[in-house]
């Protein structure tokens, strides 16, 4: 929905509101007039209902006001006297409706001093629960959120088992674009395959002020740009599965390449604008290699001695391997005393991979080899030619296009680009874009596969593990990652024992108030 088209819809919010409440803003003392102004007619509610102003806010706050809705719709007619469960399921089933029936056909006593405690433990339970969860949406939506680590592609810096706490406000908080979802659920219902949300109508895209621009080697948490579909490889870019931004997957990774860049691989080293990228202290390159051993080798024992990841046996007889390892590593498992023989798993230069960005033959890319390419930066004009337009068609369709509410359509004929019919030579870039790479260089799914991540779709970055554990729950914690930081130089120090000492501190010092206070009432 267009801005013009949610505009609308807000007023048509209002005229109802104002149809289905005057006379009950005039029964408790106000005007009628005063039940048409909009937002003024919401504080002028919350003083009828007896409930503080900045409720008003919650109700502008996506996600947040379906829930706080209902709870107006309620506290409304009881606030005259309707307080049965008859009146309660009325006014829900019927989306607040109910209260045009109030409205125009009972008689209203307004109730000014109406006492606001749950009249039971339940009604008590459910204000609580309601007001934790509104409360838990709020810091979930607009400034930390937590994650989770599933693949390897960062090892070294983050590993599988992570437990994440990603700001959202170091870039800027994303106001959710899907106005119809149950709270801090992403996708889907646990359990089931259900959708949990509504995939319309979107909200416009709008991001709150940050305080940080993406710098060069952050690790950022993004949707998934190509997650509409089903598969992206060239000639099967199709298959869609229509999944607004805000519900594609949550993907981390590193951002080597900011926008206006001109970037390359060479051998698996990025290398942005002619010089090698230099990553930080705590990022460590992992490469795929190939070996073979004179005796048997249990894999678990190679990732524990070795400090080697993704290792994975390549005969029945445990003896040939693929893995992947740093140069440290490498350099150590050299001098393992069965090793035979040991190969890097590379893509020579100038050899195409057709499943490699931007799927064309004229640009023999490949994982190991790739570029050099530009990343569109906002306000930047370029050359739109054949030669040039497998990079950015994808763009101008769909990121600067179907996703944000615009019917881009490029054809070709011959030598000549056409965007919605009309010839074109070149675009100007509305959004930045960046390019997100793993640390694990040969094993990981990245924007050499599927290309650019606009700014739109970053979600926020990661800067706490508060928990880490090893191949799952059953093998135990890593109680070193323990409230660690994600960023800085050196070894991550964990803070977990000054915590644990703050959590006891903070039991203590309860115990002898709540003392204080039955010795003070005796």
Known sequence: MTVTGWFLFFLILQVIHFLGTWKLYVAAGRKAWEAAVPVYNAVVLMKIINRPWWWVILLFVPIVNLMMFPVIWVETIRSFGFNKSKDTWLVLLTLGFYTFYINYTQKLTYINDRSLKPKSSSGEWVSSILFAVVAATIVHTYFMQPFTIPTSSLEKTLLVGDYLFVSK????????????????????????????????????????????????????????????????????????????????????????????????????????NGKQNELPERAKLQFGYQFRTSQPLNPSYLSERYDITDVYPMNREYTVFSAHMTDEALAKFKNYPSLDTIVAVKNEKGLWDKNIFPYSQNYAFNNTNFGPIYIPKAGVTVSITPESLPFYKRIIETYEGTEMGIDNKITQSGTQVFLNGEAISNYTFKMDYYWMMGDNRDNSQDARTWGYVPFNHVVGKPVFVWMSWKNGIGRGGRWERFFTTVGGSGTPVSYFKYFLIALAGWFIFNFFRKKKKEKAKS
């Open 169 to 272: 406000f170091h870039y800027g908080a994303r106001v959710p674009m899907t106005s119809v979802a149950l709270p801090m659920l992403h996708d889907s219902i646990p359990l089931t395959k259900s959708k949990s949300y509504l995939s319309k109508p979107q909200i416009p895209y709008f991001r709150l002020p940050g305080f940080q621009d993406i710098e060069r080697n952050d690790i950022v948490v993004f949707n998934w740009p190509v997650d509409t579909l089903i598969d992206i490889r060239p000639g099967y870019m199709r298959g869609s599965v229509q999944k607004p931004i805000d519900k594609k997957s949550n993907y981390v990774k590193r951002c080597v390449g900011l926008p206006g860049d001109s970037l390359e691989v060479r051998d698996g080293y990025v290398f942005i």
